[in-house]
């Protein structure tokens, strides 16, 4: 059959609240035009993230019955504990309440002010943490990932020449650890080829530096490696997996993703002397090392949802909806980040809007008209939330003005996305009528969650 279907039925549905155009303007402005601001019922297709927002299996439910809420040394701990080690072959494993805390974690252990981590791009709590540490993060994507028409199959990759003149600049010493995200969702959910993890493996050994994977959507990556790279076609998504991992000598995760579940994270790695500080810490941030800021139910629904997320037949479905949405729009003459990333699209800012200045935040143009055209919530990936100010306080823009549409695991149909098609499609055809935002509240850190704007020439 040419038709590829959801490998699942549903047996739970929870309601979607239907909204006017009138209800929508009063949200958004209540909202201070920033749709992190919004109550999320009054978001008809919520695309803001894939993280946490995905539903569980039967499965899972059954095994979150099991779980077993001991303090210490539970059931629950030796079922989460096996289903990591049995991916990800690390020694040393410790739950945390979420990626970031993985993330603090890690840097709290490890990085001294001053210290220098490469990644192939740094997600923004990741740099946030290592920023927040003294340390400075910094990006070495490859030369395709820039250039968002290249079809090019793994435009996740990490710049190996990049990252080996960062090692000659600064010096091996300085640098604590050096990291590679799968895939890569700063730059557009592209996938990174275990051959691109070799040459940086090799690389970093020559000058005994560690490497660590931000592996939050590692069993995407595996599947794009099956479909993509030669010699993979054959191994199953566990073992493409496996494989990675064992390049690498720790790993943080957020569960949130490729763990289907609603919370969760961890952080493993193989060395027992980082294994005992990230315990100490740990003890200290999320609790003792067998449960880490997690209920045994949750670590139930996490050993369970890992696999669940390496079943070849949920991945080709996965990647088939991604696909799908970006074949519809590339015929409407969409700009977007091709080809498809894992999780979500991102449509290309800078030639949608070509005449509002990054300044003007283009990408909460396109965020805040999808919203009033049909309840969609999107997230901005450009310069409010990766631009940065320079020595003299003036605003530098990012490199790419992206808009995110990321898919929760298993909640919308068919029908959900062709009403999104259709949402883009307004937005496309309206797009001479969009103008820029004023920024006027912003935090330091972070500030895309909280900043308040008033659309210009309103
Ligand atoms: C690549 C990457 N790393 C780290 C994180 C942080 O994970 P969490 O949201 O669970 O803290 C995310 C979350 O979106 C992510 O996409």
Redesign the pocket.
Known sequence: MKTIIEPFRIKTTEPLKITTSEERHRALEAAHHNVFLLDAEDCCIDLL?D??TGAMSSQQWAAMMLGDESYAGSRSWKRFEAAVAEITGMEHILPTH????A?SILVGCVVKPGDVIPNNSH?D??RANIEYGGGVALNFPCSEAFDTQTPAPFKGNMDVEALETCIKENGREKIPFCLI?VTN??GGGQPVSMANVRAVKALLEKYEIPLLI?A??FAENAYFIHEREDGYQNRSLLEIAQEMFSLADGA?M?C??DGLANIG?FLVCRDPEWAERFRNLGILREGFPTYGGLAGRDLEAIAVGLMEALDYDYQVYRHATVEYIVKRLTALGVPMVQPAGGHAVFLDVKRMLPDIEATQYPGIAVVNALYLAGGVRAVELGTVMFGHFDENGIEQPSPLELVRLAFPRRVYTQSHFDYLIEVIEEVWNNKESLSGYKMTYQSKALRHFTCHFEPLGS
């Not at 979420?98 to 805390?101: D, F, K, P, S």
């Open positions: 993230t993280s946490g979420q990626g970031r805390a993330e997600f709590t990741t995200t969702n700063t931000d939050c959507r943080t957020s949130k993703k994270g």
